[in-house]
């Protein structure tokens, strides 16, 4: 009985080591994906509203306007990349059983 008990305690450790490294990593790429909106994309976004205006205001050539657009499409394709593993993160949080808690 005591190494059942044991062997149940050890599992119920165990569960809950990795029940928190879950919650912390959903933490930690959601605090990424908000720097990463405010660090990059909005400037990014900021970018081409500024190379637009130049453009339609014949201070700009159209190379550099489709320069920044593309570029704030590889940044919005990482902020996918970024939220895809943070909704990744939390449907694994979502399923996993709360160690010790009422299932």
């Known amino acids: 009985m005591e190494k059942a008990e044991a062997a149940l305690e050890e599992a119920t450790r165990m569960a809950a080591g990795e029940y928190r490294a879950l919650a912390s ?16 994309v ?10 637009l205006a130049g453009y339609r205001s014949n201070q700009v050539q159209l190379m550099t306007l489709f320069e920044a657009r593309h570029a704030e499409v590889e940044v919005q394709r990482k902020l996918l990349t970024l939220q895809r593993d943070l909704a990744k993160a939390q449907a ?12």
Not at 25 to 40: H, P, S
Not at 92 to 103: E, R, T, V, Y
């Open 25 to 40: 990593d959903a933490q930690r790429l959601g605090q990424r994906v908000e720097r990463y909106r405010a660090g990059v």
């Open 42 to 51: 909005t400037p990014a976004q900021q970018r081409v509203q500024a190379a």
């Open 92 to 103: 694994q949080l979502a399923f996993k059983p709360i160690p010790g808690g009422a299932q």
